[in-house]
């Protein structure tokens, strides 16, 4: 079959912060099907060494999840910590202090390995907690960084992976966090940024600063939306509250967002979506991004339980629709956030030769294996692609299909994801249920305090608003500490936009 009889429209849902090993490890643990690899924890003893500082000739094996909120606190997701996490080095000066006061070579051992063998991820999270709490964390607290879901523990997630296909070399595009892994997915660069703009501490001054740079290096760069549009191709990114793929990639594409997953509900429902859409979390509230907390209650819903749900919503919504047969849905997520995964990540290709961008970082390696589920009527069951790939491929894949340019030369040499299609179309799609929640509201985690991805966006949005409001927004962040007070703010700011 011709590829561009494959599909018609994309869908993309985007969620937050987990590793392949974290939610899809041991998706075949009673077995991989005949004739077929997958590279999971099935049949493993892997372990991450303590480090001696805090006790002698110890490790912690992997283990079996059962909460919904872990990893609690949050993992250190930034580049200087997924150094850490992928070679086991900590430079001495970087023990017990905050990321953004960390010192170069930012935790990358020498000589550096050619293949990190992924043994810092427990060194590198009692480090965490040790720059967090000013003390040396517990086994209990600091062995939840090697716990990873059982596939009954997500079964919606799991299921579509063994009822379609799963990609188990799928890494992001770099080896830190949101923002630039979500910039690679619409721009196959991030600019020679490795760190989240505003993320790394500091006034309102460093704070803007930090976000003007960001618009400078990477909203100047050309997007797969705007190879869409050359093409004449329609496109949607849905979202909640205000979206993050317009803080990253460019306020430019405001007018093309839709402020209610209901909507993305609605236009499946009727048969309206666009060529591509691109599926936001909601991030504040009751975040199902799957993104970890900055709370821990249990008597909540946790984020992976709650994504769980969005998934559902989203499989759903593709399954009903009378466009379901032109429709290749995509289930990823943009980056580990520091979860546990044992794949070292291969070299790469830089998006310019010879680039070198925050960091001293050169772009050559990605970063740690992300989940990827693909749902298509041409994806038979059971489908495992074992290939390399990392988010430039999936620009890839549609510059082939839409015969576009690529955007950087990350894309023009990624692999495209065709391989994962078949000849035959398959007749019945499963039924799927989402999992059963408990009662609440987004109101109930007003007065929870911000993560750290949720303090970047606040801070985004306040920036964008105050350089249009000529003047007229003067209000500072500096008591804004709460889920709530964020929220109200946020909405303020739209009122300039």
Known sequence: ??????????????????????????????????????????????????????????????????????PFPDPGEEYQHINTQLFNCIDTDNIGIDQSKMKSPYNIPAPMPKSPAMKGFVNDYINTLQALNDEVPSEAEYSQIMQCFKADKVPVLSTLAKEFAVFDHWFCSVPSQTWCNRAF??????????????????????????????????????????????????????????????????????????????????????????DYSFIEPKFFGQHNDQHPSAEHKPTRDGSVLLGEKLIADVYNAVKNSSQRDDILLIITHDEHGGCFDHVSPPSAVAPVEGMKGQKDFEFNRYGVRVPMVMISPYIEKNTIVNGVHDHSSFIKTLSELWEFDNLTDRDKNATPFWSVFSNVKRTSYPDIEGPTLQEGSSSDYDNDALNGLQKSILKAVHEIARSQSKGLLVDSLDEINTVGHAIKHIEKCKEFL
Request: proline share 4%; hydrophobic share 35%.
């Open 185 to 274: 997915w619409h721009a196959s660069t991030s600019g020679g940024k490795v760190i989240n703009a505003v993320g790394e501490g500091g006034g309102f001054l460093e704070s803007a600063e930090s976000f003007l740079n960001w618009t400078k290096d990477v909203w100047s760069q050309p997007t797969l939306f705007d190879r869409l549009k050359s093409k004449s191709k329609s496109y949607t990114i849905y979202a909640d509250l205000f979206p993050l793929t317009c803080v990253v990639n460019g306020i430019d594409y405001l007018n093309d967002t839709k402020l209610s997953f209901d909507n993305f509900l609605d236009d499946a429902k009727n048969g309206t979506l666009p």
């Open 1 to 70: 079959m011709d590829n561009k009889s494959i599909f018609k429209n994309v869908v993309v849902l985007m969620l937050e912060n987990r590793s392949f090993d974290n939610l899809l490890g041991y998706l075949y643990e009673s077995g991989v099907p005949k004739g077929k690899s997958f590279e999971g924890l099935q049949g493993k003893s892997i372990s991450n060494p303590v480090p001696s500082r805090v006790a002698k000739n110890k490790s912690i094996e992997v283990a079996s999840a059962d909460s919904y909120h872990q």
